[in-house]
């Protein structure tokens, strides 16, 4: 994934342990005495850094470089070095000195290397994608040149439920194929719930040494699909392996099912899985992911 150059910001952890000793940061030297956070003032700066105009700071926003610049107006305030001296912007006007260049990724987009390609014995299928297939957002660019597909259910391993769906699946240099959610079906606050993001699928996933994830969607139309919509998340980064999402459809068609209803009732009986799993082992695929 490439990564973008950045926009400006501050840490604001850094600028609360000023709140908090603005004169013992100033002069190191002469200690001040001890002194108490003033709740009002905490309150001002709490107030603006988390209002609407800020629209949520994320790195690289009209709100994020607002944030960024009232954090430095408060160090220039409180008369702080900049963190690297050789910089010469202490207390100047711009107050340059207190921001750091870092690179992030801001988006994510379709590059010119997305091909997907199954065969079923002699009968081969190419995908069309944004159609029959997305990359997931956090997915990592790589390729996997005629694959086997395993089906490993949910794709969870839960050391501490004592749960683990690879348990008699070698997934090793395999495409893995899963459902989304877990075993808790539709309870949010199940015993599963944190491992209901793909995210958790696809660590598995690498650590049973898949060369890449598919994750079946969970909406009929593909259209529809969160996870077909390609967007990045700031909070983690890169999967590690290739990440796709596949309409119900196409899946369907793998376990040899002849509906979306019929792969409906598969995924509500458990029971069934191993003889779909043994369907899918016939089938074999080409895939390759690059997104920037």
């Known amino acids: 994934m490439k990564k973008l150059k950045p926009c400006l910001f501050v840490l604001t952890a850094i600028y609360l342990l000023g709140l908090l000793a603005p004169a013992g940061l100033a002069q190191q ?12 003032l905490l309150r001002q700066h709490v107030t603006y850094l988390a209002s609407d105009e800020l629209e949520g700071r994320s790195p690289g926003s009209t709100g994020g470089n ?12 409180l ?3 900049c963190a690297t001296p050789d910089l010469k912007c202490k207390h100047s006007k711009v ?7 870092l690179p992030f990724v801001a988006a994510v987009e379709l590059a010119k290397n997305n091909s997907f390609g199954v065969a ?24 996997a040149s005629n694959a086997k597909l395993v089906f490993v259910g949910y794709g969870i391993t839960a050391a501490e439920l004592k749960h683990d769906d690879y348990a008699s699946v070698n997934a090793r240099d395999k495409i893995v194929v899963v459902f989304t959610g877990t075993p808790d079906g539709d ?5 599963f719930g944190r491992y209901a993001d793909s995210r958790w699928k696809a660590i598995a996933a690498k650590d049973h040494g898949a060369k890449a994830l598919i994750v079946i969607a969970n909406t009929e139309k593909f259209g529809d699909e969160r996870l077909a919509q390609l967007r990045y998340d700031q909070t983690s980064g890169e999967a590690g392996i290739p ?17 979306v209803g019929k792969l409906s009732e598969l995924e509500k009986t458990p029971a069934n899985w191993t003889g779909a799993g043994t369907r899918l082992g016939d089938v074999t695929a080409t895939l390759s992911v690059e997104i920037t």
């Not at 030297?29 to 009002?40: E, V």
């Not at 309870?187 to 015993?191: E, K």
């Not at 196409?250 to 509906?259: E, H, M």
Request: net charge positive; glycine share 8%.
């Open 187 to 191: 309870n949010p606050h199940g015993q």
């Open 79 to 81: 008369k702080l070095s």
């Open 29 to 40: 030297a002469k200690p001040a005495p001890s002194k108490g956070p003033d709740a009002a």
């Open 120 to 143: 079923l014995g002699e009968a081969q299928k190419s995908l069309a994608v944004r159609e029959h297939w997305m990359p997931i957002g956090y997915s990592s660019n790589g390729a």
């Open 95 to 101: 107050r340059s000195g207190y921001f750091q260049e």
């Open 66 to 77: 607002k944030a960024a610049a009232y954090i430095a107006q408060q160090f220039d305030r």
């Open 243 to 259: 990440v796709i999402v596949v309409s119900r459809q196409i899946a369907a068609s793998w376990f040899g099912l002849a509906s």
